[in-house]
């Protein structure tokens, strides 16, 4: 990755007009999880074979709750395959959906009942991890003068709107002007400042009371589109995603059938435009998803 010096970075933008708005808006806990045979567990059952999972309600409750209560249809959720008319309905959730989004060395996603990633059931829920337990207040956003690699930065464009604006507008900044008057300030908080703070700065929230795990191959997390936005779309890891962690809520491990989430994982997908990207050219199904003892 091309070096990117942070001060000259800073200098730019405070001569620019006015600042850029944001593009878009560690160690594991030493203690392991509980027993496996004191966790819950749910089958996944695919037009592809099966899949066994083992749910973490020590790290997210919550999260378990709501995911077993969709599979089984123990509790109410809109059905939004009909834009027109929405309807509560109660049967379980999961049945016939399809894995929309599957991604070679990365996940597998499923839980959309639009088959395109823009569905859910109806509502919205908290995120639940500990930053803390994940070792993100340990780990600082800059490291000899290079923004840390989980923040995926590619550039001065990436740094600029992605590390630099959200950063500055926390801070009450909202002008160039006012950027001048406070650049040490400001410098002094991006090179202090720890992967904890900053993705609070994003909006996320954490709790120390959970027993959190890292994204890693086989790990079950929520998909969302920002902090707080979690609802009934879920990914299963192939590979080993650490940039994820403190942004999506991990709650489960695959069990048993890990050779189908690897089968799964390397189906053809679409990539063609105004088609959903990562879309397998044949459905791969969800035929239901339920509990097991």
């Known amino acids: 990755m091309r070096r990117i010096l942070l001060p000259l970075v800073l200098?730019?933008?405070a001569t620019?007009?006015?600042?850029?708005?944001e593009a878009k808006g560690a160690e594991a806990p030493k203690k392991g999880p509980a027993k496996a045979a004191a966790a819950p567990r749910a089958l996944i059952k695919t037009s592809m074979g099966d899949i066994e999972v083992e749910l973490w309600p020590d790290a997210a409750p919550k999260t378990v709750e709501v995911f077993l209560g969709l599979a089984e249809g123990k509790g109410t959720f809109t059905d939004v395959r009909n834009p027109k008319q929405k309807v509560t309905l109660t049967k379980p959730f999961y049945d016939g959906l399809t894995f929309h989004r599957v991604i070679q060395g990365f996940m597998l996603q499923g839980g959309c009942p639009r088959a395109n990633g823009s569905g859910d059931a109806g509502f919205k829920f908290a995120d639940e991890m500990n930053a803390?337990?994940?070792?993100?207040?340990?780990?600082?956003?800059?490291?000899?003068?290079?923004p840390h690699p989980w923040l995926n930065v590619r550039s001065q464009q990436d740094l600029n709107q992605r590390i630099i604006a959200p950063i500055v507008r926390s801070m009450g900044i909202t002008s160039a002007e006012q950027f001048r008057a406070r650049q040490a300030e400001i410098n002094k908080k991006i090179f202090s400042m720890t992967l904890k703070e900053f993705y609070e700065v994003l909006g996320f929230r954490y709790s120390t009371k959970l027993r959190s795990r890292?994204?890693?191959?086989?790990t079950l997390a929520l998909a969302n589109a920002g902090p707080n936005t979690n609802g009934s779309q879920f990914f299963i890891n192939v590979g080993d995603p650490v940039y994820l962690t403190g942004k999506h809520t991990v709650f489960g491990r695959v069990v048993k059938g890990m050779d189908v989430v690897d089968k799964i994982a390397g189906v053809k997908t679409t990539g063609q435009r105004g088609k959903p990207p990562f879309k397998p050219l044949e459905p791969v199904t969800i035929i239901s998803i339920r509990a097991v003892k």
């Open 11 to 13: 200098l730019a933008l």
């Open 16 to 21: 620019a007009p006015a600042l850029r708005a």
């Open 132 to 146: 803390v337990g994940l070792g993100l207040d340990k780990l600082k956003i800059v490291n000899n003068n290079q």
């Open 214 to 218: 890292k994204p890693t191959r086989g």
